[in-house]
């Protein structure tokens, strides 16, 4: 039997930590690894992604969705650089996620050899938390097991780089020496709470106030039900950042949505009119839409000592994790009787899902987007994951979806990169392979690598138990958020050479992979196309024609501004710069001729 390599025994490593896939994408550089995992019965799988960019996603996608570490590999040079933008995903938002990159042989380092490229310049900023190379095969444990350790304790990137040479090292452990550093595999678990005074200054804070908000986000989830046993002892509202769209029941009557400016109505006076702020595992970074400054007094709850007291004055900032916290914090609370506060906030959300009802429900050139949303909220299964890419759609999704215990749902949050919502549904399915994905995607995300990775969706669908994988296309024809914010911020129309997007046959590519593939072109054609799309026996591609005039609602409009654009709407007048949208239209048909016979 041949003496084992590093690389295989990188392999047995990852297997011990419990690692289930790598997402990656083959090159020389890693060529003795790829040896490793044929000897190894591929074991951990290898996940074969259509750029290594998309296999970092696919592994952030997997780390949001099974709570273990994510792990991409890609080979050295193009291929290590194309990890950095699905890496700095998981930086921003805080996922844990192990990089393994190939490099060139020892001997030619420094001699600008082929894809030689200063990879701890490239991956210094990224995989700050650690990043080191493997020069010796007696460094392996020490460097991996710190990889995967931090990965976890710093929610972070982490990257391992092995010379090329390396990996075919035969492996040896580190000896009982001096200056060998030896290594070990466990980790306990653990729940970091703060201190009984400080419990007390924040639970004196929150029962002094009357009109008490709170603001989670994705360091709630797994402490749903200690938070909906806080807002119902203070009598509180609930807004939700993004990132913790999924961590509490949109049904529970007084949770308002989502905050920022694609949040709710409800969430912005939610802040507005409150005397008291507990922010509950969020750095929700926009402050604007936080309660002024000197109106409320604030307590935050976060796992991360670094990132408390960033986003607003709080007076008490407890570090800890948030169900253990809010556990040691409830039975301080005292439960406030005057619960007109609450109501109000309660009256405030049932009109604003009024709102988003009539607006899903008016006529559009020629498919209303925000009815693609709104029909989809009802049909979702109990178990959905849901990912939504960056750009116009994620209102859609913020607003239309009332997401149930139960159901998971993510996306880019901080670093907004498009592109994230197709390779995180993938990374959603080996996750969890016995569940449904539906990925909410716009034009530009699919055009810039969505249709790619359909590929990688055909090639393992077979594999998954459930094979649901939903892809939904607002096809619009345009860069829709962009040119929203060049009416809004910038005060001019959409430059059409940068904004108009060809319009592609999604459908049609989806078909000839061998997946379900329905083009929608009649607003009352959207709820079946969704009905067969989730009851398919195989992945499905949804394309919607959607109007790229319909404007989202600033979410500080007031009630009364919100009525008028919805009569407006209603009347056909309402769709500002249609005609600079239909000249948009125009340009992308010009970039791309229809052919004979398109559906």
Not at 535 to 560: C, K, N
Request: hydrophobic fraction near 40%.
């Amino acid at each position: 039997m041949s003496k084992e390599t590093v690389a295989d025994h990188l392999l047995d490593r990852l297997r011990a930590w419990g690692v289930s896939h790598v997402f990656g994408y083959p090159g020389d550089g890693i060529n003795g690894l790829l040896s490793a995992w044929s000897r190894a019965g591929d074991d951990p799988r290898f996940i074969q992604a259509r750029h290594e960019e998309m296999a970092a996603f696919e592994a952030v996608g997997h780390a949001k969705f099974s709570g273990h570490v994510g792990v991409c590999a890609a080979t050295s040079g193009p291929g290590a650089v194309h990890l950095l933008n699905g890496l700095y995903d998981a930086k921003l938002d805080h996922v844990p996620v192990v990089a393994v990159v190939g490099q060139t042989d020892r001997s030619a380092m420094g001699g600008s050899y082929q894809q030689e490229v200063d990879l701890h310049s490239l991956f210094k900023d990224v995989a700050s938390s650690y990043l080191e190379t493997v020069n010796v095969p007696e460094q392996l444990p020490n460097v991996l097991d710190r990889a995967v350790r931090t990965a976890y304790a710093r929610r972070a990137p982490t990257a391992l780089i092995i010379p090329a040479d390396v990996q075919e090292l035969p492996y040896s452990a580190p000896e009982h020496a001096h200056k060998m550093v030896p290594s070990s595999l466990d980790v306990a678990g653990w729940e970091p709470v703060p201190d009984d005074a400080s419990l007390a200054r924040a639970a004196e804070l929150l029962n002094a106030g009357t009109r008490v908000a709170m603001l989670i986000g994705q360091g709630a989830a797994g402490a749903a039900r200690e938070v909906e046993e806080t807002a119902e002892l203070l009598g509180a509202g609930v807004a939700k950042a993004l990132l913790g769209k999924d961590a509490l029941s949109d049904e529970l009557p007084y949770v308002t949505g989502s905050i920022g400016l694609l949040g709710t109505r409800p969430s912005y006076e939610l802040m507005r009119d409150c005397d008291t702020l507990l922010t509950v595992g969020s750095s929700f970074p926009y402050s604007e839409f936080l309660p002024p400054y000197g109106q409320a007094r604030a307590v935050q709850i976060d796992i991360d000592a670094h990132m408390v007291g960033l986003r607003y004055p709080y007076e008490v900032n407890l570090v800890g994790d948030a169900a253990a916290t809010l556990r040691r914090l409830l039975p301080l609370l005292l439960r406030k009787e005057d619960r007109g506060w609450q109501r109000a906030v309660i009256a405030g959300t049932r009109r604003w899902r009024t709102v988003m009802e009539r607006r899903a429900g008016l006529s559009a050139d020629p498919v209303n987007p925000e009815l693609v949303a709104h029909a989809l909220d009802p049909l979702l299964p109990d178990d959905a994951m849901i990912t939504a890419d960056s750009g116009s759609v994620a209102n859609w999704y913020a607003r239309h979806l009332t997401l149930r215990s139960g159901m998971r749902a993510s996306l880019s949050g901080t670093l907004a990169s498009m592109g994230c919502a197709v390779p995180y549904a993938i990374g959603a399915k080996f996750a969890h392979p016995d569940r449904p994905a539906v990925a909410l995607v716009g034009d530009g995300a699919m055009q810039m690598n969505g249709m790619a990775e359909l590929v990688t969706v055909a090639k393992y669908a077979d594999e998954w138990t459930d094979p649901r994988l939903v892809v939904a296309v607002w096809n619009n024809q345009d860069l829709n958020q962009v040119s929203w914010e060049l009416r809004a911020l910038g005060g001019t129309p959409p430059y059409g050479p940068s904004q108009a997007v060809p319009d592609v046959p999604y459908a049609g590519f989806a078909r000839s992979l061998g997946m379900d593939g329905i083009r929608v072109t009649d607003p009352g054609d959207v709820e079946d196309a969704w009905r067969q799309a989730l009851s398919a026996d195989g992945p499905a591609v949804l394309d919607f024609r959607t109007d790229p005039a319909v404007p989202p609602i600033p979410p500080h409009s007031t009630w009364e501004q919100i009525e008028a654009t919805l009569a407006s709407l209603a009347h056909g007048d309402g769709h500002r710069g249609h005609v600079v949208m239909q000249g948009l239209k125009a340009k992308a048909q010009e970039l791309l001729p229809r052919r004979p016979g398109r559906r």
